[in-house]
């Protein structure tokens, strides 16, 4: 079984759990914010340690993290839930800082769109600040912002 987050049922090709606020209408297996703790926490004592197959982040998401601490707690529990690995919409940043093993696949709803698989055990704290250290150096200032974002605020 795989876990969509930000994916409503009525998007799903395949079986799943979904997670969704329904800002767009829809239903979803679980209504909640993906950015809040208390979802994982949730997700954790409902699904249980490696519930999931693989995890997927769509991109429309409404919101940001407000702390690296709870950015790292919400990493930390994802891990926990995911077998496999983590599908997330996008370039992620650990696919643009050339990370072995991190791959820009399928959409998995389909669509023509990117997205980034990511191994779960890659799917750190510390690769992600590894990478963001190295690219605040690397690249120019304009460039800085999108990668503090992505450190800060998003998956």
Not at 11 to 34: K, Q, S
Not at 55 to 72: C, M, P, R, V
């Amino acid at each position: 079984m795989d876990l969509y987050c930000c994916v409503t049922n009525e998007e799903l090709i395949d079986d799943a759990v979904t997670v969704d606020l329904l800002v767009d209408g829809g239903t979803a297996d679980v209504v909640a914010n993906i950015f809040c703790v208390q979802t994982w926490d949730m997700l954790y004592r409902t699904y249980g340690n490696d519930a999931f197959e693989h995890l997927f982040i769509d991109g429309g998401i409404y919101g940001s993290f407000t702390s690296l601490d709870e950015k790292k707690q919400v990493m930390r529990v994802m891990r926990a839930l995911c077998k496999t690995s983590i599908v997330l919409y996008g370039h992620h940043m650990l696919l643009r800082g050339d990370v072995a093993r991190v791959e820009l696949v399928d959409d998995p709803l389909r669509r023509k769109i990117p997205c980034t698989r990511i191994p779960v055990e890659l799917y750190t704290m510390k690769n992600i600040k590894d990478i963001f250290d190295k690219k605040q150096i690397d690249t120019v200032s304009y460039q800085r912002i999108r990668w503090y974002i992505d450190f800060y605020q998003k998956f």
